[in-house]
């Protein structure tokens, strides 16, 4: 062992405490990077060895009814490897044990073999055997969440007629990864919507669907065009009732998995990019101090002959052993982290075999990032000492100049104690440091604001969608369109006080060559139930004429109120209209375009008919009316608002549990690490003078005020411009994950920036304390006679 | 430290503390808030249902035959009375002539019985036969008498003789010749007997001849029983063709419009098939059927709010029957109800609308012109009973409070609330007792142009 590995580990254990500091940054940071990225390469290796072993379709298709001969065409076309046609429909269900009805997606499925695309992954039980007709296939979500096992028996309204359905097997499918049910939802309702799969034959007939079908799965060739695919089937599909073809892009399930895999890369760059850039001014800070108090020895090393090199490759190492240890630390609990994360995500998304692993080419990438990390931060130190000519060097650093601090040139001076004075001038002296201590523990408050402001955007949002535009107790939607009539016989149901029926028909909007699939959503003209409100709280009426458009579609489809646009009906008659946009709306989910019924009913060349209805229920005679909406033949889905606010309120909760507590702990780290830096580095500055001070009549508490005292300015002036900088970062992310479908809002709520504040003070205050106990224990006096 | 400085500290410390106090206190909630006011206040059945002609007339073909294409289109007014369509006579012309002439035929054939019949002379001449045999059998029945009498007296004779020979009071010969006109008397009276019987015969005989002529006259009598019944018959046909032949011309049994034509074109009907559908449409009603529950509620009388869609205003009717009997009906959504048909009339002859139109009914129930209302958007239960938050002094307070009659709006108060007071509409679940809000009007943009 070399001299330099000697004085290496004396240095090291000489400022163990600071040391421990900036590792614990890096492991922050290094455990959220590989903790990302392990669950990101995870979820993404899970989600490509499931499609490629349940042939995932490309291509999808939904439409009325079409022959099944069309199968052989569709599957003859080039471009397209494998077609499959299947029935699928939304149909009523009574759970065992639940009294209010679920929804159902039965999904037709071979009897006599597996499906050629999108097979499905039993999980317990069987496969459908084609002897008996009543036997289904049960995701796995929603037998766990409604207590479903092999045997159990659910009801369920098909075609208008009560059928008991045998549950033979719990299964997966690529196809439903993401479970939801419709395209507008974001969470999934594992306990009201869930997918069966039953026999083809059965279903057909149950559905007079026999020799036909309204679902099509198209795998592509190796090379091929999706696009031109696409387009050749919706050319075939066309006078089938097709209602329109779309790619992988486009399926709910896929684009939810790969959205969130999205953003968990975004989240696994950014985040360890804050921890990492703190842990590289801490480690300059610290290097650049160690450097200073060293002078002399390194004048002493230089003049025994070590070279620059030498003696810049010990600093280096110096700062990358600290790194290291930091990074060794984050890789173990970013691994353990990471698997929790992709176990976490598991719950969500349902993969047959979730598989964690994080890769050599991660650990690689986390050295190498560890690496350039210490290196960056011990490079000014290093190039000072290496600089430094041995000669000056054996002189001990030359006082700072001091002057007057700004307030006092202001002329406050009378007002303020000395040590508070002392604090301010140590502050300007060196604005640099100061700058970038104060940016630390801003980027602190920011980590807590940002990670706060998503839950607070949710909260806005559900607040927004459930309290202002959507007031009803209940949405109804019937399994067809009917008639008006309906809308008074639901009145007539038990607890029904008010009813406000609604058409819906999937349309396409279109504008030169952009279009968009979206809903049109026609309500009646002074509504109270269901209202179109902005963002700003005003309730725009449904127009009469023309159509509301969300005001993001109509920036990407190129339209100003007034324009024109095409109109596509994409159910029963097909027609294609011109219409115009009466007005734009900015809302959050921007897949819906709003008329008034008659106007639409009118445009549609229809009567007075309605898709479904929102009701004002009594609550006290809430329970008869399920009972009573169970057993109508013709109504689809009942959603309870309240029961959809504590669905979304129960999935948030989980998540901002965990999120919490890590945002606590990473911040806490990031405080500790500047404060307890900047801190013991200040004791290593002005030791002497702090000593001095004593002797001439500071008492401890003053002494230590000067020394805290600036940690606690910094900490004052950090936190403002934190929760600044994290309403930036807020509403950049927000942005950046906004799509043309959702609109994220940017809400920081007066309790994000108070916990903010509250989680940095805490960690400081603690921080000070501690260090307050261990200055006490230094002697001061010992210091005035060292370094003579 | 100097007592200056650490008032000064104090002060920006307590500054510090209400500052955060103040940026932490919760802002208001905003929240959507309506005035409890007094105001007509309607409880409704609603439901959907037609218009209809109050008198409705089917016209239909009253007889088969050719119907000649109806020159009628719908909607032309028609009068009482007036023809409105036309089925080819010819067919019903033809077969009166035809029946006519089997009329006569059967009649020519009745007249030619009375030569089948027996002569007069012939049958006088029996009845004189008999009246002479009648005659011949009382002469020989009479000259039969006298010779029994003068039997008896020569018998008597005969016997007094006998007695007073035996007394010898008269001659022997005088017996004998007394004796012998015994005998003789005698045998005069079995001669006229004879006669008797033979004059009784020959009466029998000429009864016989009679009868039977008399038997052959009654034999044409049936045989023109037999005609007459065929002639009534063919008469009755013939009546009826004529009948028939002057209703091939159809007519109009009231005035009104023709409101439907349900067969155009010239073709053959069966008697009894519908030409044509007659009514005023000026002369409406609505026909509304309610579930059998809510028609429980309806009264004849009361008063209804007609909503026929894009027409605009809302007219006006009144209940004039509710229908005894409910019919079951398939929703639609699927369920069975009873349904029972509500009748109405409306309250302005022209409403404006034809005949079956859909309309949309609010069958007015109870009705109070200036009822203590509340928006039922600002009730929710608590426990059994209704609640409301009540603004006051820009806080939320919590009231439970009596509703009376309510409808898909407003809610009657009976108690709990005063006129004037706000209320907050739709509470969401962060409004709590003495939570402080925002109250707002709802702010509702006019439609963009």
Redesign the interface.
């Known amino acids: 062992m070399s001299t330099l590995d000697h004085k290496l580990l004396h240095d090291i254990g000489a400022s163990r405490g600071q040391i421990a500091a900036i590792a614990l940054v890096v492991a922050c940071g290094i455990s959220v990077f590989v903790a990302m990225l392990a669950a990101y390469r995870s979820l993404e290796l899970s989600q490509r060895a499931y499609y490629r072993a349940n042939r995932f379709a490309d291509v999808f298709a939904h439409l009325t009814r079409a022959p099944r001969a069309l199968e052989a065409r569709i599957a003859a076309l080039p471009g397209v490897a494998t077609a499959q046609v299947r029935v699928i429909s939304d149909v009523s269900l009574d759970v065992p044990g639940r009294e209010e009805p679920a929804t159902g997606r039965l999904v037709s499925v071979p009897e006599r073999a597996r499906p050629r695309l999108d097979d499905l992954s039993v999980r317990a039980g069987r496969y459908l055997q084609p002897s008996d007709r009543s036997q289904v296939l049960v995701s796995e979500a929603f037998a766990n969440a409604n207590h479903l096992h092999v045997g159990s028996l659910i009801g369920a309204v098909i075609n208008g007629r009560l059928q008991h359905l045998r549950v033979v097997g719990i299964a997966l499918s690529p196809e439903f990864v993401y479970e939801i049910h419709g395209a507008t939802d974001i969470w999934p309702d594992s306990e009201r919507f869930g997918v069966i799969w039953m026999g083809e034959r059965a279903l057909s007939a149950a559905f007079d669907m026999q020799g036909a079908f309204n679902d099509l799965e198209v795998a592509l060739a190796p090379g091929a065009d999706e696009q031109a695919v696409v387009e050749r089937i919706d050319a075939l599909l066309a006078r089938y009732g097709g209602l329109g073809a779309y790619g992988r892009a486009d399926q709910p399930s896929h684009r939810f998995l790969s959205s969130e895999l999205a953003q968990l890369r975004v989240s696994a760059t950014i985040v360890p990019a804050i921890f990492l850039g703190i842990a590289i001014f801490l480690l300059h800070l610290l290097l650049s101090r160690t450097v200073g108090t060293q002078r002399t020895q390194i004048a002493m090393l230089k003049a025994f002959g070590y070279g620059n090199g030498a003696i810049g490759l010990h600093y280096v190492w110096y700062g990358l052993v600290i790194v290291a240890s930091g990074a060794l630390l984050g890789l173990g609990a970013g691994l353990w982290l990471g698997w929790i994360l992709t176990r976490y995500y598991g719950v969500f998304f349902h993969f047959p075999i979730l598989r964690f692993q994080a890769g050599i080419g991660l650990l690689a990438l986390t050295l190498l990032l560890v690496a350039l990390a210490g290196v960056a931060g011990s490079l000014a130190g290093v190039r000072s000492a290496m600089l430094l000519p041995p000669a000056e060097a054996m002189r001990p650093q030359p006082p700072a100049r001091y002057r007057p601090a700004l307030v006092e040139r202001m002329g406050l001076h009378a007002l303020l104690p000395s040590p508070i004075r002392m604090i301010l001038r140590n502050v300007e002296r060196a604005p640099l440091k100061s700058l970038l201590s104060c940016a630390g523990l801003a980027l602190g408050v920011a980590t807590l604001v940002v990670g706060r402001s998503s839950f607070d955007a949710i909260d806005l949002m559900l607040a927004h969608q459930f309290y202002v535009i959507e007031r009803e107790d209940a949405t109804i939607a019937f399994d067809h369109t009917v008639s008006l009539r309906a809308s008074h016989e639901l009145a007539a149901l038990p607890g029904v006080i008010r009813v406000e029926p609604f058409r819906a028909v999937p349309i396409r909007v279109r504008k030169g060559h952009r279009s968009r699939r979206i809903a049109l959503l026609a309500l009646d003209a002074r509504a109270t139930l269901y209202r179109i409100v902005d963002l700003r709280g005003r309730v725009l009426q449904p127009p009469r004429q023309g159509i509301l458009l969300n005001e993001r579609l109509a920036q990407a489809l190129g339209v100003r109120p007034g324009e024109r646009i095409a109109l596509d009906v994409l159910e029963s008659a097909r027609a294609t209209r011109s219409v115009r946009v009466a007005a734009t709306v900015d809302e959050l989910i921007g897949t819906t375009a709003y008329m008034e019924r008659g106007a639409a009913a009118r445009l549609l060349r229809e009567g007075p008919a309605i898709s479904g209805a929102y009701v004002g229920v009594d609550a006290r005679e809430r329970t008869a009316l399920e009972a009573a909406l169970k057993r109508m033949p013709s109504v689809a889905n009942v959603a309870f608002r309240d029961r959809t606010i504590a669905n979304f309120r129960s999935t948030i909760a989980q998540s901002l549990a965990v999120s919490t507590a890590l945002l606590i702990l990473f911040a806490t780290v990031i405080a500790f690490g500047v404060v307890y830096n900047s801190a013991r580095i200040a004791l290593a500055e002005h030791g002497r003078e702090l000593a001095v001070l004593r002797i001439l009549g500071f008492t401890r508490g003053e002494v230590t005020l000067v020394l805290l005292g600036e940690q606690a300015l910094l900490t004052a002036t950090a936190i403002p411009a934190g929760i600044v900088a994290g309403r930036a970062i807020a509403l950049s992310f927000s942005a950046a994950y906004s799509s043309e479908l959702y609109r994220i809002p940017t809400a920081v709520s007066t309790t994000t920036e108070a916990f903010a504040t509250l989680v940095i003070a805490a960690a400081a205050f603690v921080c000070g304390m501690l260090f307050q106990r261990q200055l006490a224990a230094l002697d001061l006096v010992g210091a005035l006679k060292i370094g003579e | ?1 100097r007592p200056a ?1 650490r008032v ?1 500290l104090i002060a920006v410390i307590l500054a510090l503390i209400l500052a955060a106090a103040i ?2 206190r ?2 208001p909630l ?1 929240v959507e808030s309506a005035r409890v006011d007094r105001g007509p206040l309607l409880v409704s059945v ?3 249902g037609k218009t209809r002609v109050r008198e409705r007339y089917v016209v239909s073909a009253p007889v088969s035959g050719l119907l000649q294409r109806i020159a009628l289109v719908e909607g032309d007014r028609v009068a009482r009375g007036a023809q409105v369509a036309q089925i080819d006579p010819l067919a019903h012309t033809s077969a009166v002539a035809e029946a006519a002439a089997q009329l006569r035929e059967w009649q020519a054939q009745r007249s030619g019985v009375a030569t089948l019949r027996v002569k007069p002379e012939s049958q006088e001449q029996a009845r004189l036969r008999v009246e002479s045999a009648i005659v011949a059998a009382a002469r020989a029945r009479a000259q039969s008498a006298g010779a029994r009498a003068a039997f008896d007296q020569a018998r008597r004779d005969a016997a007094r003789y006998q007695r007073l020979a035996a007394e010898g009071a008269v001659a022997r010969r005088e017996l004998e010749q007394a004796q012998l006109r015994e005998r003789t008397a005698a045998e005069e009276q079995a001669a006229a007997l004879l006669q008797t019987r033979i004059a009784d015969s020959e009466l029998a005989i000429a009864r016989a001849a009679s009868a039977e002529l008399r038997t052959k006259n009654r034999d044409p009598d049936y045989l023109e029983h037999v005609y007459d019944a065929r002639i009534a018959a063919v008469q009755a046909q013939l009546d009826n063709l004529r009948a028939e032949a002057a209703r091939t011309a159809v007519r109009a049994p009231a005035s009104g419009v023709v409101l439907r034509l349900l067969t155009k074109s010239a073709q053959y009907v069966s008697a009894g098939t519908p030409l044509l559908e007659l009514g005023d449409p000026r002369q409406l009603e609505v026909v509304i059927d309610v ?1 059998s ?2 028609a429980a509620q309806i009264a004849p009388g009361d008063a209804m709010a007609i909503d026929a ?2 027409a605009g205003a809302t007219l006006t009717a009144r209940v004039r029957v509710v229908k005894p009997s409910a019919f079951t009906k398939t ?5 069975e ?1 009873q349904r029972v048909n509500v009748i109405g009339d409306f309250d302005h002859a022209d409403a404006g609308l034809g005949d079956g139109y ?1 309309v ?1 009914a609010k069958i007015v129930v109870w009705q109070r012109r200036a009822a203590l209302r509340v928006p ?2 600002a009730l ?2 608590c426990g ?1 009973r209704w609640c409301v938050y009540a603004v006051e002094r820009a806080r939320a307070r919590r009231r439970t409070v009596t509703i009376g009659r ?1 409808n ?2 407003f809610a009657e108060v009976r108690g709990g609330l005063h006129d004037g007071e706000r209320v907050i509409l ?1 509470p ?3 409004v709590g007792e003495g939570a402080r809000v925002d109250a707002r009007e ?8």
Do not use: I, N
Request: hydrophobic share 40%; proline share 7%; net charge negative.
């Open positions: 430290m400085r000064l940026a932490l919760r802002p905003a609603d439901a959907e579930l529950q809510d869609g894009a929703s639609a959504l699927g369920v109800e859909r949309e039922v958007g929710f239960r059994e309510r898909d709006e739709h969401a679940d962060r709802p702010a509702v943009t006019p439609e963009a142009r």
